[in-house]
C-alpha cells in the first residue's frame, strides 16, 4: 500500500490497534516492510522471526507475544491477544517515509477462514 503524502517525514511512526468492543480479540502482524528504495537503510523490515528484530524495530508493543499464531501454520508472528481489560497496539520506532517509500504487511485476523462482523483493526502514522 502506497503511504499518504502527508506522512512524508524523516520520523514517522506506524501503529496498529484493536479497536474491538469484545471480550477477547485474536490477531497478528507479520512480514513487514515499510520502505521504497531497497538500499536505503531508514527502513523497517521484520519477518518476526527474531525478538532482537523486533527490539530493533518497535519502539511499543502492548498486549502481544512472539509466538506462532493458529493460521501462521507454526511460523512466528506478533500475535495479539486483546480484551476489555487491556488494548492491544504495536508503534514502529521512527522511519524515514518519501515519496517512493510503500507499506506491506500480512494481517491476520482470528483463527477461522471467515471475518467476523465488527473486526476493527486500525492503522495510522504520527510525523514527529
Not at 480479540?25 to 536505503?40: T, V
Not at 494481517?107 to 467476523?116: E, P, Q
Amino acid at each position: 500500500m502506497n503511504l499518504p503524502s502527508r506522512s512524508l517525514s524523516w520520523a514517522t511512526r506506524l501503529r496498529w490497534s484493536d479497536k474491538q468492543k469484545l471480550i477477547r480479540s485474536l490477531w497478528a502482524i507479520d512480514e513487514i516492510y515499510i520502505g521504497g528504495e531497497h538500499y536505503a537503510k531508514l527502513s523497517i523490515e521484520s519477518d518476526m522471526m527474531d525478538a532482537n528484530n523486533v527490539k530493533d524495530d518497535w519502539l511499543f508493543v502492548s498486549g502481544a507475544k512472539l509466538e506462532p499464531s493458529c493460521t501462521s501454520e507454526g511460523a512466528t508472528t506478533l500475535h495479539f491477544v486483546s480484551s476489555i481489560e487491556m488494548k492491544s497496539w504495536a508503534m514502529t520506532k521512527d522511519v524515514k517515509i518519501n515519496d517512493q517509500s510503500y507499506l506491506q504487511y500480512q494481517l491476520s485476523i482470528g483463527c477461522t477462514d471467515h471475518i467476523i462482523n465488527g473486526c476493527k483493526r486500525q492503522l495510522i502514522y504520527t510525523k514527529l
